[in-house]
Structures are given as structure tokens and as C-alpha cells.
């Protein structure tokens, strides 16, 4: 698996586990979130703010479908499922898109589906 791979397969066990200092260690200072339709973030602090709400109840079941890598962009797919704190349950498929610098996630665009 190349280094910009390990790093994506990191930070998404860092969400299995809810590990926020490896989820962090996996981006850049200047990190982009986007997730059409929902919100924009900029900057390590936003993204860990965003994260530190841990909305489920325990971890969530994720699993990688593929992972394709071109360039500096890596591409996971994959389906995920988790109980929220507010009883609603996520049953989902994601298309995560990484941007990467030097071996970090600069920029991630997330999509989902529920199924």
C-alpha cells in the first residue's frame, strides 16, 4: 500500500476507534472538509471541533470497499453504520475524495447516501 493509502487507512480507523489524535495526525494545519449540502470547513482547529461533538453512540462499523489512488488524490469507498446519541441509526455508503500534501489529507470532499 503507498503512503498516501496508510495514511487515508489511519485516519479512517482513527474514526473506528474515535481516536482523535490519530484522525489528526493524518491532516494538514490548513485541512479542507467539505460535505456538499451539509457544511465547510477550514483549518485543523474547525475539523477537530467538528469531530470532538462525537455524535454515536459507540464507534461506528465502517467498511472500505476500494481505495484508488492517482496522483495525490486517493479515493475511498465504503459503507458505514452507527446509533446516534439521539436514537437515529446511520445505515450508509460514502465516497470519501483526499486531497494529499507530503503524505497528509489537505482537502476531503465527502459524500453519502443513505441506505
Known sequence: ??????????????????????????????????????????????????????????????EIISLTEENDIVVAEGTIKCNFRTGDLLNAAFCDVFQMENGKIKKLTSYQMTR
Open 1 to 62: 500500500m503507498t503512503a498516501n493509502k496508510n495514511t487515508v487507512a489511519s485516519y479512517i480507523e482513527g474514526f473506528k476507534t474515535y481516536d482523535r489524535k490519530k484522525i489528526l495526525s493524518c491532516l494538514t494545519e490548513n485541512i479542507v472538509w467539505d460535505m456538499p449540502g451539509f457544511f465547510h470547513l477550514s483549518g485543523k482547529e474547525a475539523f477537530d471541533k467538528e469531530i470532538e461533538k462525537n455524535h454515536f453512540i459507540e464507534n461506528p462499523e465502517i
